[in-house]
């Protein structure tokens, strides 16, 4: 069992910056892909990022390419989302996940641990 708990969520203005963090622990939580996603008011959970364990490849969504970095730690178990150039349709809830699968992948319904989540909220 894999638990996640995220941090560094807060109100910023717009073109601000953020990083928020997900410290994983439980099971091989050091060993397995990570994902971000985030849930705006009435809308579905979209993936944001995800980064393999092994080798540290990433993949973004097209609206966040060039504005968000995701990085990890596998010493900590952390894993990292730094946020430029925010815009207002960033005010969500952003989650971190967890799968199994050992390859980078983007729905939802593949990870199967997930954080409570942290709010953001972007200001214009």
């Known amino acids: 069992q894999v638990q996640l708990v995220e941090s560094g969520g807060g109100l910023v203005q717009a073109g601000g910056s953020l990083r928020l963090s997900c410290a994983a622990s439980g099971g091989t939580s050091s060993r397995v892909p990570m994902a971000w996603f985030r849930r705006a008011p009435g809308k579905e959970r979209d993936f944001l990022a995800a980064?393999?364990?092994?080798?540290?490849?990433?993949r973004y969504a097209d609206p966040v390419k060039g504005r968000f970095t995701i990085s990890r730690d596998n010493v900590r178990n952390t894993v990292y989302l730094q946020m430029n150039s925010l815009k207002p349709e960033g005010t969500a809830v952003y989650y971190c996940?967890?799968?199994?699968?050992?390859?980078?992948?983007?729905?939802?319904?593949?990870?199967?641990?997930w954080g409570q989540g942290t709010q953001v909220t972007v200001s214009s």
């Open positions: 980064i393999t364990w092994s080798n540290g490849d990433t």
């Open positions: 996940a967890a799968q199994n699968l050992g390859m980078i992948a983007t729905p939802p319904s593949v990870y199967k641990y």
